[in-house]
């Protein structure tokens, strides 16, 4: 008796204790020593970097989040402004280093590429998934003997100078089913960049496995798994809490990387069956007439093959798709550009039909891809970089472990480099040995060093091919008759930098 009104005590107690603390005081209270580690991290970590690139204050626990907004290459770029090229930022308790200049990003891509072309790896990644940090090209340590084959393959077998020209006919062929299905639509909205990312689609998909694997008409499976792909893309880019406080990994605070699995499995199944037919029937040292040819040849095994194949569709779809988007509404919004793109089209090319080795004889529209992709470029802060040792940058240090990035949206608008930078302008690289391959560090929409985009060699065919075919091919016209002088240009910042407002025409058959 006298143990249950003891127990009845204590109970009303407790209610009586909790009713006089708010739910509030009670989560400060479990959060707190949360907190105190948290703050103990960033202490530990300023006080080993004494000296630091310069940059805005960080505030306790969420250090610069606020600042870098919904879109982060302008928010890096104005705080550059007021620091200088190099500077130092909190995400949490991640130290994030960026370069904004020419020579800032020498120095990150070249001078220092030894510290600091590793990957920093987002915490979506299944931490489980050894094959993706053991074989994928994006995630791949640059030191391990994988990570080494790739690079040799892409250079010697998948990108080489033979291989892209040996597959000429293909993509002029993709490009011209991308003509015949705009033929069809005459008179009806299209929107731009969904038909040029399935026609990038299947032109990746007959290179890894010979066949077609999306549909200009959007509709059945093909559908499916571009719609996978992408999703793919925006769950690594999407916000992670656990990016910025190290110690949520195992938690999966956001369900971000249950979602990637289940989606990776999914996405993985669609083409499966290509490569268990391919495997079955494979005949070692047989001529290899694909991609997926190259992977059997060298042992990869499945898992192996699924993660470069997705790989290889998100790094050169939306790319390429988004590219094109924006030429052609540069193109279309300044109208002194397109008589000079039409002019050269007319006068250079004389059949209905227009082939890789008309395009490079096309100096004035290489032009403006080039403009393009220094106003637009698919990837405006490149691909992350942690440092895999403390390294001084510009006399300053960046700390081992530091995530490092170069905002090349910021450098191919800098006023010190380019006159009338936020123009569209191709008439200056007329004349210019500036390119994108890697060597101008003032210009780099792929980046540069040992961590370049190796797809490069494959989108210098693929760009002014597709360019070249729209203009010369269709008139163009907004819906409604809209005036093209007053496209909307704003972007929308992503994995890839993409139009804000997707860009909707009608076509109109010339030839």
Known sequence: MCKIFSENMDSRFLQRLFSLVSSAEILFLLLLPLTFIILK???RSCSKSKYLPPGPKPWPIIGNLLQMGNQPHVSLAEI????????????????????????????????????????????VIPRESHVLRRVALVWCPESIDTWKL?????????????AIESKATLREKKVGELMDFLVAREGKVV?????????????????????????????????????????????????????????????????????????????????????????????????KRDFLDVFLANGFDDDQI???????????????????????????????????VEEELEREITKNTISESDVSELPYLNACIKETLRL????????????????????????KDSQVLVNVWAIS???????????????????????????????????AGRRICPGVPMANKLL??????????????????????????????????????PLLLVPKRRL
């Open 150 to 162: 790739l690079r040799g393959l892409c250079r010697t077998e998948l990108f080489s100078a033979k």
């Open 191 to 287: 929107s731009i960049g969904e038909v040029v990312f399935s026609t990038v689609f299947n032109t990746i998909s007959n290179l890894l496995f010979s066949n077609d694997l999306a549909s200009l008409e959007e509709k059945g499976m093909s559908s499916g798994l571009k719609s996978h792909v992408r999703k793919l893309m925006l769950l690594v880019a999407a916000p992670n809490i656990a990016d910025f406080y190290p110690i949520f990994a195992g938690l999966d605070p956001q369900g971000l990387r249950r979602k990637l699995s289940k989606l990776v499995e999914e996405t993985f199944a669609i083409w499966a069956i290509n490569i268990k037919e391919r495997r079955n029937s494979y005949v070692h040292d047989s001529p």
């Open 306 to 340: 699924n993660w470069l194949a997705s790989e290889l569709f998100s790094a050169g779809t939306d790319t390429t798709a988004t590219t094109i988007e924006w030429a052609v509404a540069e193109i279309l919004k300044n109208k002194e550009v397109m008589e000079k």
């Open 41 to 43: 991290n960033i202490t």
């Open 413 to 447: 608008r800098d006023p010190s480099t380019w006159e009338d930078p936020l123009s569209f302008k191709p008439d200056r690289f007329l004349g210019s040995n500036v390119d994108f391959k890697g060597g101008n560090y003032e210009f780099l929409p792929f980046g």
């Open 464 to 501: 002014p091919l597709i360019l070249a075919s729209l203009i010369r091919c269709f008139d163009w016209s907004l819906p409604n008759g809209e005036d093209l002088a007053r496209l909307d240009m704003k972007d929308k910042f992503g994995l890839v930098l993409q139009k804000e407002q």
């Open 376 to 399: 637009h470029p698919p990837v405006p802060l490149l691909v992350p970089h942690r440092a895999t040792e403390t390294c001084e940058v510009m006399k300053y240090t960046v700390p």
């Open 80 to 123: 550059a402004k007021i620091h200088g090229p190099l500077i130092s930022l909190r995400l949490g308790t991640q130290l994030l280093v960026v370069g904004s200049s020419a020579k800032a990003a020498t120095e990150i891509l070249k001078t220092h590429d030894r510290f600091l072309s590793a990957r920093h790896v987002p915490q």
